[in-house]
């Protein structure tokens, strides 16, 4: 399932689970990849951006495996360029069949696959605010479709 996420995020490349020698049950797991139009390094041999989506395809093709109720990540999508940040929006739609997300992002490219938009805002008071929106009774209430990420 590694494999297949990794291409699918990346667009294309390789990547591969390798068992550190030693005993199984506490060995630890070297991660190698290969994004498209590189060679193949070790995960920690990577840029920012390129461990961040190897890290986003191993929780992805872990969660394909044995998906749960709900999930929530917190900035995952920080170190990504904007490209990727479209790659991992729109792979992250196809999981939201099985798996309920709560996504803290300031990422234009993320925020625009959802289907609701919370926001803490600070009044002139200096008192935190809480702002909802639900994209597809906006979009409704404005007559506008909803965007592809």
Known sequence: AFRATFRA???GGEA???LEDGDPLVAGIEIEARPPGKRTKRLS???GGERALTAIALLFAALSVRP???CLLDEVD???DEANVGRFARYLQTLKETTQWIVVTHRKGTMAV??????VTMDKSGASRLIAVA???AERAVGVGRRSG
């Open 9 to 11: 995020l990346f667009g």
């Open 16 to 18: 591969d689970l390798r």
């Open 45 to 47: 041999l990577l840029s």
């Open 68 to 70: 749960v109720p709900f």
């Open 78 to 80: 920080a170190a990504l």
């Open 114 to 119: 959802a289907d609701a938009l919370f926001g």
């Open 135 to 137: 994209l597809e009774d």
